[in-house]
């Protein structure tokens, strides 16, 4: 009877241990240095070409991402991983494929007291390695209003987008939306979100208490004539929210996210085929995520971003890119004679938005001035999708009437739209499409 007992708890053992294709080991401690804003000084983000990458063997899903140890890569690339760890005595924390460019990626910690810059300049000069970078950190541009009963804002009727809904409202448009979480329970967000993905689960696993991402979400594809709340720019639009940054503290508007985060993000949208993606933060030039975000324009996605408005180079990327729509709030100087790289504008003070558990508020900031334009770029995406990024930046700077003192007022959604009017149908007549992939 004992040995008969014993038997029968082995098999439950057995039953009970997952599988080798089951559910992924727990994180190792280290991992979560990846988060730490402290830690990120010393880490490395190095990437080398992986022909085997594209291979159907290799790539199973259009997210690759998967935690540690169980990354859809090819032993090739790992074994080759392994000894650039051993050859620069480095800890290797991660790995994964960067399927949209056929590269490799690793994060690398060097040890104290190695020099980081040396490591750099060292591994620069390894014909293996195609990219090697410092760990950046990113920051949303937000901010919270002290007074929530300030009085309402006119930011929709300031742009004439309630003229637009009658002839465009985002219906086949796909709008990505890299951020925090967002609160897709939300009255005015239910069905509006087609897929969710987060690659900052480790220290961020929800998404129903992330403010940023939820507020932004509202600005864009909130619902229309739903009989609660306020309206998006594009009510119709469909959002992928990819979660790459996550609240600075708990239950902040503030969030931060940084190289590793946001290149699985913007891998996941091209893969994806988002049509506009929405970047509503910024951060120092970045290598890994221009090679991205180049390959994402190449794909005819439109990439709008957050722009501080300063003139700092080195702390205004993306939206640094010449190939990116940079939005500001309205109300910052501008050089009127450099339209070609000038900003869009629009409305960034005391923007009405979502906010999680149902609620709203007033939010400041050039996240929502971007994020208001990643919906007019939608609504002209409906009208016309073969819309190029530099035509849509012609009709939007020419849409804003210029004003006293170098400034620019925010764009005219309704005027943008009547551009394109006079080529395309604006009946109002919507186009359908299948959500199917999503």
Same mark, same amino acid.
């Given at each position: 009877?004992?040995?008969?007992? $014993?038997?029968?708890?082995?098999?439950?053992?057995?039953?009970?241990?997952?599988?080798?294709?089951?559910?992924?080991?727990?994180?190792?401690?280290?991992?979560?240095?990846?988060?730490?804003?402290?830690?990120?000084?010393?880490?490395?983000? &190095?990437?080398?070409?992986?022909?085997?990458?594209?291979?159907?063997?290799?790539? #199973?899903?259009?997210?690759?991402?998967?935690?540690?140890?169980?990354?859809?890569?090819?032993?090739?690339?790992?074994?080759?991983?392994?000894?650039?760890?051993?050859?620069?005595?480095?800890?290797?924390?991660?790995?994964?494929?960067?399927?949209? &460019?056929?590269?490799?990626?690793?994060?690398?910690?060097?040890?104290?007291?190695?020099?980081?810059?040396?490591?750099?300049?060292?591994?620069?000069?390894?014909?293996?390695?195609?990219?090697?970078?410092?760990?950046?950190?990113?920051?949303?541009?937000?901010?919270?209003?002290?007074?929530?009963?300030?009085?309402?804002?006119?930011?929709?009727?300031?742009?004439?987008?309630?003229?637009?809904?009658?002839?465009?409202?985002?219906?086949?448009?796909?709008?990505?939306?890299?951020?925090?979480?967002?609160?897709?329970?939300?009255?005015?967000?239910?069905?509006?979100?087609?897929?969710?993905? /987060?690659?900052?689960?480790?220290?961020?696993?929800?998404? #129903?208490?992330?403010?940023?991402?939820?507020?932004?979400?509202?600005?864009? &594809?909130?619902?229309?004539?739903?009989?609660?709340?306020?309206?998006?720019?594009?009510?119709?639009?469909?959002?992928?929210?990819?979660?790459?940054?996550?609240?600075?503290?708990?239950?902040?508007?503030?969030?931060?996210?940084?190289?590793?985060?946001?290149? $699985?993000?913007?891998?996941?949208?091209?893969?994806?085929?988002?049509?506009?993606?929405?970047?509503?933060?910024?951060?120092?030039?970045?290598?890994?995520?221009?090679?991205?975000?180049?390959?994402?324009?190449?794909?005819?996605?439109?990439?709008?971003?957050?722009?501080?408005?300063?003139?700092?180079? /080195?702390?205004?990327?993306?939206?640094?890119?010449?190939?990116?729509?940079?939005?500001?709030?309205?109300?910052?100087?501008?050089?009127?004679?450099?339209?070609?790289?000038?900003?869009?504008?629009?409305?960034?003070?005391?923007?009405? #938005?979502?906010?999680?558990?149902?609620?709203?508020?007033?939010?400041?900031?050039?996240?929502?001035?971007?994020?208001?334009?990643?919906?007019?770029?939608?609504?002209?995406?409906?009208?016309?999708?073969?819309?190029? &990024?530099?035509?849509?930046?012609?009709?939007?700077?020419?849409?804003?009437?210029?004003?006293?003192?170098?400034?620019?007022?925010?764009?005219?959604?309704?005027?943008?739209?009547?551009?394109?009017?006079?080529?395309?149908?604006?009946?109002?007549?919507?186009?359908?499409?299948?959500?199917?992939?999503?």
């Amino acid at each position: 009877m004992i040995r008969h007992w $014993l038997l029968i708890s082995l098999m439950l053992l057995t039953i009970s241990l997952p599988s080798e294709g089951g559910e992924p080991e727990a994180e190792p401690p280290e991992l979560a240095s990846l988060f730490k804003p402290a830690d990120a000084d010393h880490l490395l983000l &190095v990437g080398f070409e992986d022909q085997s990458i594209d291979r159907p063997s290799i790539i #199973t899903s259009a997210s690759s991402y998967r935690r540690r140890g169980s990354y859809s890569s090819s032993t090739w690339s790992k074994r080759i991983s392994d000894r650039i760890a051993e050859d620069y005595h480095l800890q290797k924390l991660a790995e994964w494929p960067m399927t949209a &460019v056929g590269v490799h990626c690793v994060v690398y910690r060097v040890p104290e007291p190695d020099s980081v810059p040396e490591k750099i300049r060292q591994m620069g000069e390894d014909k293996r390695i195609s990219v090697v970078q410092k760990m950046h950190l990113f920051k949303t541009r937000s901010h919270e209003e002290n007074d929530p009963y300030f009085k309402l804002q006119s930011n929709i009727k300031q742009m004439k987008i309630d003229e637009v809904h009658a002839k465009a409202t985002g219906r086949s448009v796909v709008i990505g939306m890299i951020d925090t979480g967002v609160d897709s329970a939300h009255p005015d967000l239910t069905g509006q979100i087609a897929r969710n993905e /987060n690659f900052a689960a480790e220290i961020s696993p929800s998404f #129903t208490s992330d403010k940023h991402g939820t507020a932004v979400a509202g600005i864009m &594809v909130a619902k229309k004539n739903n009989g609660t709340g306020i309206v998006g720019v594009a009510p119709d639009a469909k959002l992928v929210a990819l979660k790459a940054c996550w609240p600075d503290r708990p239950d902040s508007l503030a969030s931060v996210c940084n190289s590793y985060t946001l290149a $699985l993000a913007v891998n996941t949208a091209i893969k994806a085929g988002v049509n506009v993606l929405n970047m509503s933060l910024t951060g120092p030039q970045d290598t890994l995520l221009e090679i991205l975000l180049n390959k994402a324009v190449e794909k005819g996605i439109i990439v709008v971003a957050a722009d501080t408005g300063h003139n700092e180079a /080195n702390e205004n990327f993306p939206a640094s890119m010449a190939q990116a729509i940079p939005v500001q709030a309205t109300g910052q100087a501008q050089d009127e004679d450099s339209a070609e790289k000038r900003p869009v504008t629009a409305p960034g003070d005391k923007i009405l #938005t979502t906010l999680p558990h149902g609620t709203y508020d007033f939010i400041s900031g050039s996240s929502m001035a971007a994020a208001e334009m990643s919906g007019i770029v939608a609504l002209m995406l409906e009208l016309k999708p073969d819309l190029g &990024v530099d035509e849509i930046k012609s009709i939007l700077h020419r849409s804003a009437a210029p004003e006293k003192l170098g400034m620019f007022s925010a764009v005219n959604a309704n005027d943008a739209v009547l551009a394109l009017c006079k080529s395309e149908n604006c009946t109002g007549e919507s186009l359908s499409f299948a959500w199917g992939d999503f």
